[in-house]
């Protein structure tokens, strides 16, 4: 047998080609400090992967996972064995994810080599992804052209096909489908619409460029749309693509056409009231106050006229965003409070009765406030008008976090009255996942302000809630999580893909699964399950990625 291979060989070879019998890890945990089963586990997994049994290997090495659940080391060679399985390469990234983020004093040449196995492995489910939509793709095109309520299943099934690709960042194998879809000016723009949404993603000069031209093929094909809702629809979309694409000339045509088209084409007013409104909303996030306020009063004026409320969050989306804006752009905190207080007005017969919508205007002003006198001349003036306790607590506990810093040590007698008041106002919170929510944030605030032994009796409070109430609990430890460190959340993430996402055939086994499709099924029956596989495998390891990028692993 081959002698051992040391680490500083290793560290000049691919992790994913190395004899997974050879491998010996470093780490705080090594086979010989494991539990007994744990070991001998071990020991089998390397058995089987001697004989090239991959998969009978990553099962031993799971039931040395189980009998030592925290040992890094048997996350690498779980990785290592599920590398070599087709289909398993997103498993495989997590695996190797969870040991570096669990073992952070690898040496920096093995880091090195890991990562690279992981980029090796994420192209690899790339190609996988690629395959299995191709396949998607010749199943779609075959599917007969019927009709269900009008539409044509053979073209919705191409567009999925299409958003696909573009989420997978092959712009060009999207825009290859566009033509199938001519007799749909309202899906062509969907495609144009995901392709330049990918581009806008990349973010370089030259990609906003060719997403502002793409956006012009995408309102091209909008104004073909027959029916004033759905083209409105399109053109909404594109504007707000456009905004985020810095297209300033699209977003304004796009948005002037969607308007002339709801005034002169919907007929019913009802629903030319809620598109006004969403145009309204899509002014003031271009920037466009004028605009927007014009909307609004074209859509107040067709409530007035007919007495009723229709698409109420449509009007509480726009009213709120064009408050924003406002708020944004006054630079008075006089101002500000007015147009609080007319929002509040507005809202206060919907939903939290506009309470939701004060936090976020508090939360917008904070930065702005260097000074005490800041803080009571906007936010702390906003926060009395908040009825609501939650969210009433919400906004005092960013206020208190503000004044906190503003004020010195020995000045803190604001914030303690501030607590007092926050503690009164927890208490009459009527749901306990919200009343648990507000302890759990305030117990940090009173020990960075000095007041340990109210922290401490905080605490207390958190503690017999989550023992006493089974939602309580629950909201706690959703609390936890996200306030966990970025490299704890990270495995968590990655934890929770290897135990509930990543558990589906195409998986666990790619080529097997394409092997269980007869082909004798119709196209339509075929389209479904490969689309199905191939977007779940892109949008898996978009999160894997997302996850990987917190831990700084790549």
């Not at 619409?193 to 990609?207: K, R």
Request: with cysteine; aromatic share 6%.
């Amino acid at each position: 047998m081959t002698r051992p291979m040391t680490w500083n060989r290793l560290s000049h070879a691919l992790i994913g080609v190395l004899a997974l019998c050879l491998l010996a890890p470093p780490g705080r945990i090594q086979a010989s400090t494991l539990p007994r089963a744990a070991a001998d586990a071990i020991s089998k997994g390397k058995i089987a992967a001697q004989a090239n049994d991959y998969r009978l290997a990553a099962r031993y090495f799971m039931q040395a996972r189980s009998a030592a659940p925290g040992a890094p080391v048997i996350d690498y060679y779980l990785g290592l064995a599920e590398s070599k399985l087709p289909g398993r390469e997103l498993r495989a990234i997590c695996w190797f994810g969870l040991y570096l983020i669990n073992e952070p004093t690898l040496p920096k040449t093995l880091v090195t080599a890991i990562k690279h196995e992981i980029r090796v492995l994420s192209v690899r489910s790339e190609m996988s992804a690629s395959s299995v939509l191709k396949l998607a793709q010749a199943a779609a095109l075959k599917i007969a052209h019927v009709r269900r309520d009008g539409i044509s299943f053979r073209s919705v099934a191409i567009v999925s096909i299409a958003s696909d690709w573009a989420e997978d960042h092959h712009e060009f194998a999207a825009a290859k489908l566009i033509p199938t879809l001519s007799k749909h000016p309202g899906f062509q723009s969907m495609v144009w619409q995901d392709i330049a949404e990918d581009q806008v993603a990349a973010g370089d000069i030259a990609s906003l460029n060719s997403a502002e031209a793409t956006l012009q093929k995408a309102y091209l094909a909008a104004t073909l749309v027959t029916a004033p809702p759905d083209s409105c629809d399109a053109l909404l979309s594109i504007a707000y693509r456009a905004i985020d694409a810095g297209a300033v000339d699209i977003t304004a045509e796009s948005l002037a056409t969607a308007k002339g088209i709801a005034t002169a084409r919907i007929t019913n007013l009802s629903m030319r009231c809620g598109v006004l409104w969403q145009i309204a909303q899509a002014y003031a996030s271009a920037d466009n106050l004028t605009a927007a306020h014009k909307a609004a009063a074209a859509a107040a004026a067709i409530t007035q006229s007919t007495g009723a409320q229709p698409y109420a969050a449509y009007r509480s989306d726009a009213l709120a965003a064009i408050a924003y804006k406002m708020i944004f752009w006054s630079g008075g905190f006089k101002q500000d409070v007015q147009t609080a207080k007319r929002l509040k007005t507005e809202l206060g017969t919907q939903t939290d009765g506009g309470d939701s919508e004060l936090l976020k205007i508090v939360r917008l002003l904070l930065p702005t406030c260097t000074r005490m006198t800041h803080l009571q001349a906007g936010p702390l003036k906003i926060a009395q008008l908040i009825s609501d306790p939650y969210y009433r607590c919400r906004t005092l506990l960013l206020i208190t976090a503000r004044e906190i810093r503003l004020q010195s040590a020995n000045d803190l007698k604001d914030a303690g009255k501030r607590f007092l008041q926050l503690a009164q106002t927890a208490n009459t919170i009527g749901d306990e996942e919200e009343r648990i929510e507000i302890y759990y944030r305030l117990a940090p605030q009173q020990a960075h302000a000095g007041l340990t032994s109210d922290a401490r009796a905080t605490r207390a409070i958190v503690a017999h809630m989550a023992e006493t109430s089974y939602f309580a609990g629950q909201r706690l430890l959703q609390l936890r999580a996200a306030s966990a460190p970025p490299a704890k959340k990270a495995a968590a993430l990655l934890q929770n893909e290897l135990q509930t996402r990543l558990t589906k055939a195409y998986f666990l086994d790619l080529p097997d699964f394409l092997k269980t499709l007869p082909a004798a099924k119709s196209p339509a029956q075929l389209y479904s399950p490969l689309e199905s596989a191939a977007s779940s495998i892109i949008y898996e390891r978009q999160n894997i990625d997302k996850a990987l990028r917190l831990a700084g692993l790549n």
